[in-house]
């Protein structure tokens, strides 16, 4: 991304919203205020958005629930002055995050009857 010349600005943001506040972050272990304000900005924002939608290795999450788990590391990963921001806004309605929907259940697969009698009305099931 350094490339791009309109990126110039944002790369430290990009580049460090990991780092954590503890020093247990990466990729520079920076702690406490070694950490600009833009990576810590960025840090909370992904966060919660990691939290609301569904990853590989976890469901999504509703926006009162990810907030309440940005609350329990807010000091410790977080910035509290961040974390206090995203939870004025999310208050005043202004994060629409979708509530977490459930996957659906499998689609049965159809009974060795009715294959069979879809086989003989020229129906072909194996498709769906």
Do not use: W
């Not at 944002?10 to 506040?21: D, K, R, V």
């Not at 939870?87 to 509530?99: F, S």
């Amino acid at each position: 991304m350094r490339p791009v010349a309109q990126l110039k600005d944002m790369i430290p943001g990009i580049e460090l919203h990991h780092e954590s506040l503890d020093g247990r972050g990466y990729p520079h272990g920076l702690k406490g205020d070694d950490i600009p304000l833009l990576p810590r900005i960025i840090a909370v924002a992904d966060t919660f958005d990691a939290l609301t939608t569904n990853r590989p290795y976890q469901e999504a999450r509703d926006p009162e629930a990810a907030l309440r788990i940005i609350h329990n590391i807010s000091g410790k990963r977080l910035d509290p002055a961040a974390v206090a921001a995203i939870t004025a806004i999310y208050q005043r309605g202004k994060i629409r995050a979708p509530r977490p929907v459930l996957p659906l259940p499998p689609v049965p697969q159809p009974t060795p009857e009715i294959a069979a009698s879809a086989a003989a009305a020229g129906v072909e099931t194996s498709r769906f």
